[in-house]
Every structure is written in C-alpha cells, then in structure tokens.
C-alpha cells in the first residue's frame, strides 16, 4: 500500500518553537487557518511510495546527503502568495540562493515521480487566507530575525488520522563532495 511521504528540511527546534508560537498568537487574532497544527519545514517535494519505493528513496538520500554541505541560512522577513492566501516566513537572498541550490541538488537527483516539487523555499505561517486575514498576519508580525544550520533533510510520512507530515527519517549533510556522482548516474 502507497503513502504520501515529503522531503524536507527542518529548521532548529528553536525555530520551530517560534513558528509554533507564531501560529499560536495568528490564531488567537483570526481564528483557525490552515497549517496552523503543521510543524515548521521547508517542502521540498512530496510523493507517493510503497515500502519498497521508500528504501530505494532512503538509499538515494543518503548519497545524496553525503555530498551536501551544511549551510547557515538566515531569515529576515515576511511574504504572501495571494493567489493561495500564504502568509511566510521568508530567508535573506544569500539563504535562499543556499537553500534553492540544496532543492534543486535533491529534486534533480531523486528518482521518484514526484507529486509536488517545491522551488521557493519558505516557511509557512498559514495557507488560505482571505486579504483582510493576510493583512492582520502583517500587522502581527513585522520583524523578524532567525538563523540556524541546515545540516539535514527529513522524510515525513503524512498521517492520515492527525491530517498532518510527521518525521520518520533523518539524512545529515557530510559535506564528501567526492561521493556525489555525475547527474543520471545516480541509482
């Protein structure tokens, strides 16, 4: 039987304090929104898989995790996407770059049809949200200045009686950038 898993990246437990905290005070100022129970995490994909699926995926990771390199990224801001309603967190430019190059690597990389492939890296505060519930995101949350070390990626399988991704694996960055292989040669 599939489940639908994602790939994604965790910020500190600091940080994901802060995003839960941050959720916590939007929902008292408009009431309940969607992700407002979801982990802080940056997507980047989502897919379907069997066990078997899984293990191969969990195979290539690893390798791929290998050759990554671990990265300080720093968030400064807010954002939106108003044709979904998003409200975000969002990373400095030099992060983002840092972050882009790491999906990139792991979406080109992985061989599994993927159902979602995440290019923007972000994290979301709440999703489908009307104007008027955006602007009193923005007018709660003006500043912003958090950092951590992206050192690992994690798989999530999504629990279909929480509604929610919970973690199942943990792939650690090595930094061996001998160990990665020329693209198409991978598995």
């Given at each position: 039987?599939k ?13 994901i304090a ?6 916590e005070?939007l929902?008292v100022a408009i009431?309940?929104f969607?992700?407002?129970?979801s982990?802080?995490?940056i997507?980047i994909?989502e897919?379907e898989?069997?066990?078997?699926l ?5 195979k290539?990771?690893?390798?791929i ?5 671990p990265?300080?990224i720093h ?5 939106t ?6 409200f975000f ?6 992060s983002k770059?840092?972050?882009?190059t790491?999906?990139?690597?792991i979406?080109?990389s992985?061989r599994?049809?993927a159902?979602f492939?995440?290019s923007?890296p972000h994290?979301?505060?709440a999703r489908k ?7 009193t995101a ?12 992206c ?6 399988k999504f ?6 991704f919970?973690v199942?694996?943990?792939f650690?960055f090595?930094s061996n ?6 693209q198409g040669?991978l598995?």
């Amino acid at each position: 039987m599939k489940s639908l898993y994602s790939v994604a990246i965790h910020p500190s437990g600091e940080i994901i304090a802060l995003v839960k905290s941050m959720k916590e005070q939007l929902a008292v100022a408009i009431g309940w929104f969607n992700s407002k129970n979801s982990v802080a995490h940056i997507t980047i994909n989502e897919f379907e898989a069997d066990e078997n699926l899984l293990a191969n995926v969990k195979k290539q990771l690893t390798v791929i995790c290998d050759a990554l390199e671990p990265v300080a990224i720093h968030f400064e801001g807010f954002g939106t996407y108003p044709t979904n309603g998003a409200f975000f967190i969002s990373p400095d430019e030099a992060s983002k770059m840092a972050l882009k190059t790491i999906m990139k690597r792991i979406n080109d990389s992985l061989r599994v049809p993927a159902k979602f492939k995440s290019s923007d890296p972000h994290l979301s505060i709440a999703r489908k949200l009307t104007p008027e519930k955006i602007e009193t995101a923005h007018q709660l949350f003006t500043t912003l200045d958090m950092n951590f070390v992206c050192h690992s990626v994690v798989i999530r399988k999504f629990n279909p009686e929480k509604k929610q991704f919970e973690v199942t694996d943990t792939f650690l960055f090595h930094s061996n950038t001998s160990a990665f292989p020329v693209q198409g040669s991978l598995f």
